[in-house]
């Protein structure tokens, strides 16, 4: 459903992204993660059409990102700090973009906004709420239009433990529903039980893509961060590059 091949992106003499092609499919979870600055929010940038590439292109169901906005239809995104009007109210901005989106999608999926009960917040100004509340607005959001890819941006950073757990049992089940879902996260231990994929970016280099079961029989570790930890050892002495501290800063 989502395909990058050949995806470089510079800023000035800075290689961002590095010819990183992937293929993430409907059903799967990824976690893209990896060190700051490795190129991740760049990656979702050109995905969502916030970032040109200098070379290759990313297709989202067949259409190519350069073309037309109007696959981003298809996305629900949820960035890691939810920028909306501070004088508007949470009925407002949630009214808004439903006027925005509506006719392209009557289908709205309000179970997240019941779970961490938002209706009760309504009328609270956006400049009011906490940043963990901004938080819950920016994932209700995400999922509201019922989009088949879910995009989420360190998306348990500023929740408090409850919350998180609703937010990670509302991803299960989109996930079995069939929808693709992309987590960005330098918290391993937070997408243990979410993900089916690991995508591990270095330096705007793809390293791998690999199921989260192969990872852990490859490696002979049953939990995550371990099995990637060894993963990037045998990288590290294969390609003799010093990636060790990158990686043990991620856990
Ligand atoms: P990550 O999300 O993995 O932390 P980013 O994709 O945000 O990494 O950034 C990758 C690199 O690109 C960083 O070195 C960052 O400073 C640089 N970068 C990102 N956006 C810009 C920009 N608009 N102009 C210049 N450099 C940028
Ligand atoms: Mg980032």
Known sequence: MITAA???????????????????????????????GSG?????????????PEEGDMHVAGQSVRDHWSYRDRIGYMPQISRYPDNMTIRQVISLMTDIRQGKNAQLDTELIDAFGLPALYDKTMRSLSGGTRQKVGACLAFLFN????????????????ASEILKAKVLREKANGKLILITSHILSDLDELTSDIMYMQEGRLQFLESVD?????????????????????????????????????F
């Not at 990656?43 to 040109?52: H, N, P, S």
């Open 6 to 36: 050949h995806l470089t992106k510079r800023f000035g003499r800075l290689t961002v992204l590095d010819d990183v092609s992937v293929t993430l499919q409907p059903g799967q979870a990824v976690s893209l993660i990896g060190p700051n």
């Open 40 to 52: 991740k929010t760049t990656f979702i940038k050109c995905l969502l059409g916030l970032v040109i």
């Open 147 to 162: 989009p088949p890819i879910l995009i989420l941006d360190e998306p348990t950073a500023g929740l408090d433990p409850l």
């Open 214 to 250: 192969w990872l852990k029989q490859k490696t002979g570790e049953t939990k995550l961060n371990r099995a990637i930890a060894r993963l990037m050892a045998t990288h590290d002495s294969a390609t003799k590059t010093n990636a060790d501290e990158p990686v043990r800063s991620l």
